[in-house]
């Protein structure tokens, strides 16, 4: 037996201290009694006034010194030394890509890797480190560099497969970072091998074991693509495209469908070539449909991987700007605003303004007038008149522009360095507006701003003395003045692969935001200022945003957004993964190992001393 | 002073109550207590053959007519019975809550005052080095001097002994038994707590007496029921001498079988020796004492 701390064995001096505790006498106190005549028998100790007494072997004292040479020895760290295998740093790699959900093998691709995986963890040399991470579009480090194979089997338990692609090239970097030591590293990755090897891979990965889960030959038909337009025709109506793939080495006959808002439209018969693939227009969907979804079935019943068989598309995402252009005649105003898309424009002569009809539209734009009582909608003021709410203090001419705030999204892509304004007023601005053009003096052009719920935006001068109309910025900043006047819905687009994630920008007033998935479960957030990424998009289908205000009492008009898998890479689930396996040289393993077996020592200790609490409380 | 040791109720009630003799006993002087004498008494004895000389009056008449024999009726003489009283005084007595000489003071005097009431000739013995003892006494008035002598009389003081030589140590019950010198017979009844190896010599001494022998055994409930712990020196309050003991669980039970033991074994003496034993926990009130155990016990009636 070897020691791997000697010093422990210091503590054996306890065993002698013990030893005198038993040869010391007990101190006793006195007790007056009527007559010793009945206590002889129980005498104990004649010799009372010696300090010392004959040590009397106990079993309690066997007891306390046989566990303390125990704990002795275990503090000591005693080890035998064994032949075995030599511990190594194992880094599981466990493809989580969408195309680990197909179920060629049972239950599925992604479970038989877990369970490969707990097999080879199982298999391990003693005292061996494992690392178990994820690889989806990140890799994600589930356990690190433990020795506790029970909490690396829970994790491996617990993982759940993506819906995006894997970034292998990622994953095996950073194993070769996390494995440490290249001569005990060792990357074990289990995956389809559904995709192709990165080019640009490093050398020295050092050892990498690939283990296959999946079927050779595995044929999978899929959506990969869809979109939508309106309808050159009719812009109200809107037109689907879709490609539907057969990933196969033999041909395929597919049955799509198409469903509006979930009622099923039409059914096409595709016969799809080996590796072959077919495009689809459908028409004439109904106006104020909201979505639409086409779904490929494979005559045969044979089809891999399921979640991309069907693919959904937003038709509708936002209803037209309702836009009201209060006038005495501004043809260019008219002309830009007419053309915009998603705009419905209304005119009315000021001299006819009414303050009740005005509520009723998103973006008013009041040209050369203003009413003495704002209505509640958005609002584009151009050339306020001098009274009313926005007061002219004075006015300036030929005003050269100073400077413009790039980067606001209402100048993006405007370039107004040639602008020219024959006359401008002098507007008081509020606080709550911030000046966008102006002059080098300060006296602004345009400014825009959010007073409550409400936007405004000023040009503060009459567009037919200014060279404004005839710039080629005009209709992009009117476009842009539009948007940010009527702004689109909270969903930034309106349809994402799976596992990417979404921007979610909330409008102003709301307070939460739920989103409820395809699987029904639906998630809450608190808004703050800026957009919210949302990233739980593993289910393809399609997600509901509700944007809550007054305490989620309310809801404002709620968007949805889709998640389709479209890609190619995922869909096509036959392995043809190589050059990647048994790169790297395995050492023979073999080293003479230290086996402590302190904790033998420490659990043989510690029933021994509640023996001895239990004798010595029981004589008591 | 007098008072505590016998309080008037007590005292009152104590006047109905006689002290039992088993034994016909010899005495002197006529008393109130039968004697092995046949006498002229109202106690009907036995009969004998009429003798010449006898009193025509005592010839049962009735036993004639049917026999035509002459039997004579003989009568019971009734004497004066002496009584002592033995207290045990030493300093293992002085011990217990209550003490147990104090207890054995109070008993005394409550049969000494039913002796006295009986017309019965009291002793009292106090068993102590150097003490003297009080009586003969008989007659209600000398109550109150008996009383007075039971509540002033000392135990024995503590003495350091020499050590090795035994000189200066107290005496043991058997030598205190010394002072007990009268030859005059009668009912003796000791009250001790007989913690003396030597107590089966000392009641030997006394069985070899003529008359009853009484044996009031007074323990303390604090020796009866030990209520120390842990590891303790005791003290011998006799002989000042020390015992380490450990008193757990197990050393408490087995003083308790050997005080068992031991009671046992100082009841059987006694029946072997014709003494009557009473043992007493002077936890236990003293009237209860005196009209319930020591009457069921045929003590007093």
Known sequence: MNLLAPIGLALGITLPIVVIFYLLKVRRHDEEVSSTFLWNDLIRDLAAHEPLQRLKWSLLLVLQLVALALIATAVARPFSEQSGQKPVHAVLLLDGSASMQATDVQPSRFAKAVSAAQGTLQGLPDNSLATAVLVAAHPQVLVAATTDRRQVEKALTDAQPSGASADMREALLLARSLGGDPSARRIYLFTDGAFTLPADLPEDLGFVQVVTVAQPDTGNLAVTAISTRPDPRDNRRQQLFTRIENFSSAPAQAVATIAVDGQPIEERNIDLAPNGQSEQVFEDLQPGARWASVSVADQQGDNGLTMDDTAYAILVQRKPAQVLLVSTGNAFLEKVLSLLPNVDLFRTPAQRYLAVEADRFDVIVFDDYLPPLLPRGNLLVVNPPDRGPFRANGEVRRPKVGNWDREDPLLSFVDMRDLNVNRASKVDLPRWMKPLISTSDGVSLFAAGQDGDRRVAILPFDLRQSNLPNLSAFPILMSNLLNYLSPPGVVRSPEIHTGSPESLAPLPQVERLRVSGPDDQSVEFRTSSGPITYAATDVPGLYRVQQLVAGGQQTVEDDLFAANLADREESDIRPRLSGLAGTGAVEAGVTVLQKEFWGVLAALALPLLLFEWFWFHRRV | ?301
């Open chain 2, 1 to 301: 002073m007098t008072q505590t040791l016998l309080e008037g109720t007590f005292a009152r009630r104590l006047e109905r109550l006689s002290l039992v003799s088993r034994r016909r006993l010899v005495g002197q002087g006529q008393g109130d207590r039968r004697s092995l004498r046949k006498g002229s008494s109202l106690e009907f004895a036995d009969y004998r053959h009429y003798v010449e000389g006898d009193d025509p009056a005592r010839v049962d008449w009735n036993i004639y007519s049917r026999t035509d024999t002459l039997f004579v009726r003989l009568y019971e003489e009734e004497e004066v019975l002496n009584v002592h009283i033995l207290v045990d005084a030493s300093r293992s007595m002085d011990w217990g809550e209550p003490a147990k000489l104090r207890y054995a003071r109070r008993l005394a005097a409550a049969l000494g005052y039913v002796a006295l009431n009986a017309a019965n000739r009291v002793f009292v013995w106090p068993l102590a080095a150097n003490a003297s003892n009080f009586g003969p006494a008989w007659g209600r008035g000398r109550a109150g001097p008996m009383l007075t002598f039971l509540e002033d009389f000392h135990s024995t003081q503590f003495m350091t002994p020499l050590m090795g030589t035994g000189i200066g140590q107290p005496p043991d019950l058997e030598q205190s038994l010394n002072s007990f010198t009268t030859r005059t017979s009668g009912l003796i009844v000791l009250l001790s707590d007989l913690l003396s190896p030597s107590w089966e010599r000392a009641l030997s001494r006394l069985a070899g007496r003529s008359g009853e022998v009484v044996v009031l055994h007074t323990l303390a409930p604090q020796e009866l029921r030990p209520a120390l712990g842990g590891d303790v020196r005791l003290i011998d309050r006799e002989t000042g001498t020390a015992v380490s003991v450990t008193l757990n669980n197990d050393a408490v039970r087995i003083y308790g079988q050997r005080l068992d033991e031991w009671r046992r074994q100082v009841e059987s003496f006694c029946a072997r020796h014709g003494m009557c034993y009473v043992p007493i926990d002077t936890s236990m009130p003293l009237e209860t004492l005196v009209f319930d155990v020591l009457r069921r016990r045929g003590v007093v009636r």
